[in-house]
């Protein structure tokens, strides 16, 4: 009999319709068997694009269906911890888009409803799932890199559009809110720990209200690392300007497609050891697309299933939390500020 792990999704927001659902399809422990909607119109238009048997015109009635193993939550920001406190509360395994609360003490909520109901938790990092990023850990390991010293990353795009919730402060909106979950996340990876103060540079749209341009250091102690989020800045391609680069104490690696891809692309890791000189790398490796919204739905399912699989527990997302309203708070001190 088939192993497969029954996921509903409550909403039709733009990453559900265009790359989690339809990665839902493509992965082999996972069926998609519940959409609630509360556009019916809309509701109804996208189940019958992906044959979903069971549409649900509220949250709730979704959460009531025991035919759903799992929810994906790609809501507004605001609207993540209510939402997934409601579906562990109801039973359901839990998925939520990025970032998964606005704020520390809501993730340390979430971890004890998850503690208490003993059910599965994720926030939505896909680009975790991406070949690249076990590559890293292997170069590490070999003793390419060396005792991992420094990272700096940058992503930016242009998000100009008004009714774009990234535009709205009191939804979450912002450049660190959005691209900086990423770009945290992405450095506490490499170091494998939060670090321990930061200082920040935060530029204001004056008519959206959201930081548009942030700067920051943060200090891990005996290694440092250096970001910078924008959303009106860069290319206005279909994909996000990325770049990570982490240096080592023997050697580097250059990312030039770290976090997420808006569609399948080929990337490569680029890795300079003692024969390299500037930056020109001693060694390529190169990745074929790959959609790491299966990968991610794929490897969640299976984990559901009892296989031995990587996760991420949400303790992650508190650290990116704690780190986020630190940066926040350097911008109104003009100095550094501890991380809780």
Known sequence: MARTIHWGVLGAANIATERTMPAMLLAPSARLVALASRDASKGREVAERFDIPHLHASYDDLLANPAVDAVYVPLPNQLHFDWAVRALEAGKHVLCEKPLCLSAAQVQQLCQVRDRTGLHIEEGLAFRNHPQWAALEQASVQGTLGAVRAAHITLAKQFLDPADIRNDPTAGGGALYDLGVYAVSACNLVFKRSPKRVIAALEYDPVFGIDRLSSA????????????????????????????????????????????????????????????????????????????????????????????????????????????????????????????
């Open 217 to 340: 250091l943060l200090d891990y102690g005996d290694c440092h690392a250096a970001l910078t989020v924008a959303t009106q800045a860069g290319p206005d391609g279909w994909g996000t300007h990325q770049r990570l680069a982490v240096l080592g104490a023997t050697g580097w690696v250059n990312f030039d497609f770290p976090c997420a891809h808006a569609r399948p692309s080929a990337c490569h890791l680029q890795i300079g050891d003692h024969l390299s000189v500037g930056a020109f790398p001693s060694e390529v490796l190169s990745f074929e697309p790959v959609n790491h919204y299966q990968l991610q739905i794929e490897r969640f399912s299976r984990k559901l299933l009892g296989d031995d699989v990587p996760s991420w527990p949400i303790e992650d997302a508190l650290a990116t939390l704690r780190t986020l309203e630190a940066l926040f708070a350097s911008q109104r001190s003009g100095g550094w500020e501890a991380v809780q």
